[in-house]
């Protein structure tokens, strides 16, 4: 599921310009806002699968200056410079998530959260998940098992795993999360059904998650929903 970004800026020189931050519970780049706030709001952003963490990193300035933008690497080898945030598995047509490798990862994140707002002096209270196919999959995994760590998630182009929904719990938190839910009609990769099913099922939990759909566009990002994701951060 290693997507092709439908933008031309997607080559970009802060690429090679940043350096790898090992400090944390994951290796991770750092963008500081350029609007200078007490403390920023967090987007964390989770590449999808045989990635690493200098992908969704250049999409940058299509966020909001005052946030501290962090891309994050999965912890799991693919091959040089390209990693998984879980094993997949299929059972009777169905894609699965390596049950081990999601609790992990899930751990991982969720453990990185205090850390990134403490060493950045960054607000708690507003940080939020973003991520792209396996990375889409793991905002699921860790916005929906500990709300209270986050304001809000945006999955794009991903599914909630049946293998979650067990570790689920209502809570003030869990009804309180933003979710942005983003996904083409025309994805051959990971099904278009998948994010209008997570919309219903999020919608009985009693949540308010809000489906941004694009026409014909495949197993990508384009810049519709950037600027969507955009307006989105900015009015949470």
């Not at 403390?39 to 200056?65: R, T």
């Not at 209270?125 to 209270?148: D, H, I, N, R, W």
Request: aromatic share 10%; with cysteine; glycine share 6%.
């Amino acid at each position: 599921m290693k997507h092709v970004l439908l933008l031309l800026f997607f080559f970009f020189s802060v690429r090679v310009q940043a350096q790898v931050q090992t400090d944390l519970s994951l290796p991770y780049l750092v963008h500081e806002p350029t609007v200078k706030t007490e403390k920023p709001p967090v987007l964390i952003l989770l590449h999808g699968y045989g990635s690493n963490e200098a992908d969704l990193f250049g999409l940058q300035s299509h966020f909001p200056p005052h946030f501290l933008v962090v891309s994050v690497r999965a912890p799991i080898a693919v091959a040089a410079n390209s990693f998984q945030w879980f094993r997949m598995e299929t059972a009777n047509g169905v894609m699965k998530g390596n049950p081990e490798d999601l609790k992990s990862s899930r751990e991982k994140i969720k453990a990185m959260i205090p850390e990134l707002t403490a060493k950045y002096k960054a607000d708690p209270k507003q940080v939020y998940l973003c991520g792209f196919s396996q990375g889409a999959m793991m905002s699921y995994e860790v916005g929906l098992t500990a709300p209270e760590l986050l304001r809000g998630i945006a999955p794009l182009s991903g599914k909630i795993f049946e293998s979650l929904k067990p570790f689920i719990k209502s809570s003030a938190a869990l009804k309180a999360l933003k979710i942005f839910i983003g996904h083409g009609d025309a994805d051959t990769r990971v099904a278009y059904t998948y994010a209008t099913g997570a919309e219903a099922y999020l919608k009985n939990l009693g949540l308010h998650p809000v489906l941004h759909t694009y026409k014909g566009l495949q197993h990508a990002i384009n810049e519709t929903e950037l600027k969507e994701l955009r307006l989105w951060l900015e009015g949470t």
